[in-house]
């Protein structure tokens, strides 16, 4: 007799995927084990990554983190999708090497270097930007000058691009806590003084993948990391793994030890930044993002849990001695459930601007 496969509800898939975010409670953990636990956190905003560890830590202090980044134990990176992330300085130099076919696909077929590429020698130009960077961190805007120098009356602008081709890293003082600075870029080697490794293991990047966000579906894990031909890499890895069903009927992989909490577990309020995996590290959101919410998606908004799902979106608008945290939310809430989105608001405003006096404008009439 065949064995049926157990059916993992919308619920259950959501406290699944809260208790390995460590967003069921907050844990003491050091800032770059979580960073390597959740394979990396989006850095696109830089104070993305703080408040992602803020909302999953106990007794964060931002300065820890942006020390690791200042000492160069962690970077930030053009990574997963072709966007920036925060990964610890391991984890770059083990995961650049599986990410790099994807990058080099996305910027050669649909980013406008595809076609300026053709009037110049590629390597050439590849050598010439990575000698450029490794003399001196540059901006984008100052390698598109350089490259207009070299190669006058070619696309300078779109050839630019070719920057991303090569395993660069943002360098400081730009993503550290309480500072800012230009976007500048370096080679990883430059950086951190060791170079990537020339093979990549897409394996073992899928297994922790599922570990953090599991159960997933080939789908979802394709989503998050851009990688192609996830069904088959998954079928390699099947005798290793555990499947579920979700309600719909669709197959999901596991890892056979992650964590799959009883659905009932009550889920705090918890403010997210702009990007954060735990929102979008799915091709199917509805685990996380209820059907018809997409403003929360927006340029400068984050999102707020309630329940375990989104349930309203953040903006802090800051001052020199005033700040104006605004809530907006996509359904009603419940009287306690205003209070509490008001609480972990204003710890998030002490947290985010601790010498300004934050008002609180919590809209009572749900966003469509």
């Known amino acids: 007799m065949v064995a049926r496969t157990r059916t993992l509800s919308r619920r259950a898939l959501n406290r699944a995927l809260l208790e390995r975010q460590l967003l069921l409670r907050r844990r003491r953990l050091p800032p770059l084990r979580v960073v390597e636990r959740l394979v990396g956190m ?200 555990r499947t579920f069903r979700s309600e719909d009927g669709r197959e999901l992989f596991d890892v056979p030890r992650g964590a799959l909490p009883d659905p009932d577990t009550p889920a705090p309020v918890r403010f997210m930044p702009e990007y954060d995996n735990a929102s979008i590290g799915f091709r199917d959101r509805s685990r996380i993002v209820p059907e018809g919410v997409s403003l929360w998606t927006n340029a400068g908004w984050g999102a707020v849990f309630a329940d375990g799902m989104v349930t309203a979106r953040w903006r802090l608008t800051p001052a020199t001695d005033a700040a104006v945290l605004r809530i907006e939310p996509f359904r009603s809430l419940t009287r306690l459930e205003r209070a509490e989105v008001a609480e972990e608001g204003a710890r998030l405003a002490a947290f985010l601007v601790p010498d300004a006096e934050t008002t609180i404008r919590l809209a009572s009439t749900p966003e469509r």
Do not use: K, N
């Open 42 to 241: 989006h850095a696109q905003v830089p104070r993305d990554a703080y408040i992602g560890i803020w909302s999953r830590v106990d007794g964060f202090r931002p300065q820890t983190l942006s020390d690791a980044i200042e000492d160069r134990r962690a970077v930030r990176m053009t990574l997963f999708r072709g966007t920036l992330h925060l990964v610890t300085a391991e984890d770059a130099l083990a995961l650049r090497p599986v990410v790099q076919p994807i990058i080099e696909r996305t910027f050669r077929s649909s980013s406008p270097y595809r076609t300026a590429r053709d009037t110049v020698d590629v390597d050439e130009l590849l050598a010439f930007l990575r000698r450029r960077l490794e003399e001196r961190p540059s901006s984008r805007a100052e390698l598109v000058e350089a490259i207009r120098e070299r190669w006058p009356g070619r696309d300078a602008e779109a050839l630019g691009y070719a920057m991303y081709l090569l395993d660069t890293c943002q360098v400081t003082p730009r993503g550290l806590w309480g500072r800012s600075g230009r976007a500048a870029f370096t080679t990883l080697g430059r950086w951190l003084g060791r170079t990537p490794s020339t093979t990549g293991d897409p394996e073992a990047l899928i297994l922790r993948y599922l570990a953090a966000f599991g159960p997933a579906s080939p789908a979802d894990a394709q989503a998050w990391s851009g990688l192609g031909g996830m069904g088959e890499l998954l079928e390699r890895l099947r005798p290793r793994l």
